[in-house]
């Protein structure tokens, strides 16, 4: 089916690792990318490409796929990395299509 | 590269909703390296991000399916602009509604990897339906 799935949420104490992940039959075959949302602002490209990085993005924000799996991790939280996580990726089922997961909230103890 | 989105904030039901995104500090046109498409992605309020469709600068669109009966999105190269029309609108409708810029790129290793990825936003308007 056209669906990606997150944990609704996630918490990490301050300086250590949390991974995040994303399922759906769609990643099998398309590339995911991560946005990073705080509240009240519009997201922020932290991944494409399952693995890519954008320039300014911290070194700390990695990606990794396997299956219908796409993970996100953050090593060694901050503070202000506390925010709505989504994932992205083409539809399989049609590439013309963009398909987002529902989101997770990581919350930094 | 900025983008800006404006319209009204305060709609009634039936009506059609309609918001500009503006491009500015780069162009709205794809190159022959580079390949641009122009999003329009909502989020409802407590709610995550829902993609609604995307145009390219020679006009090609695909729209989200749940969406694809209600919703007309166009492109002006000119002036560096990206519309978004949304007809018979209703409280559901209520949402942040934001553009953004998708970039397709390639990578070649042993094979060539096409990625998509929105790599721009705007920060967002706010409609209301009421």
């Known amino acids: 089916s056209s669906e990606l799935t997150q944990d609704p949420a996630v918490s990490v104490a301050l300086g250590q690792t949390v991974k995040i992940t994303c399922q759906g039959d769609?990643?099998?075959?398309?590339?995911a990318n991560w946005y990073q949302q705080k509240s009240g602002q519009a997201p922020v490209l932290v991944i494409y490409?399952?693995?890519h990085r954008p320039s300014g993005i911290p070194a700390r924000f990695s990606g990794s796929s396997s299956g219908n799996t796409a993970s996100l991790t953050i090593a060694g939280a901050q503070a202000e990395d506390e925010a709505d996580y989504y994932c992205?990726?083409?539809?399989?089922?049609?590439?013309?299509?963009?398909?987002f997961g529902g989101g997770t909230k990581v919350t930094v103890l | 590269v900025h983008l800006q989105e404006s319209g009204p904030g305060l709609l009634k039901p039936s009506e059609t909703l309609s918001l500009t995104c503006t491009v500015s500090?780069?162009?709205?046109?794809?190159?022959?390296?580079?390949?641009?498409?122009w999003n329009w992605i909502r989020q409802s309020p407590g709610k995550g991000l829902e993609w609604i469709g995307y145009?390219?600068?020679?006009?090609?669109?695909n729209y989200s399916p749940s969406l694809k009966s209600r919703v007309t999105i166009s492109i002006d190269t000119s002036t560096n602009e990206v519309s978004l029309k949304l007809n018979s609108v209703t409280a559901a409708d209520t949402a942040v509604y934001f553009c953004?810029?998708?970039?397709?790129?390639?990578?070649?290793?042993?094979?060539?990897?096409?990625?998509?990825?929105?790599?721009?936003w705007g920060k967002g308007s706010t409609v209301t339906v009421s």
């Open positions: 992205n990726c083409r539809d399989s089922n049609d590439r013309h299509l963009e398909l």
């Open positions: 145009i390219f600068d020679n006009g090609g669109t």
């Open positions: 953004a810029r998708g970039r397709e790129t390639s990578e070649t290793t042993w094979r060539v990897s096409y990625y998509y990825y929105m790599d721009v």
């Open positions: 500090g780069g162009s709205i046109s794809s190159g022959s390296i580079r390949r641009y498409y």
């Open positions: 769609s990643l099998r075959r398309s590339y």
């Open positions: 490409g399952e693995v």
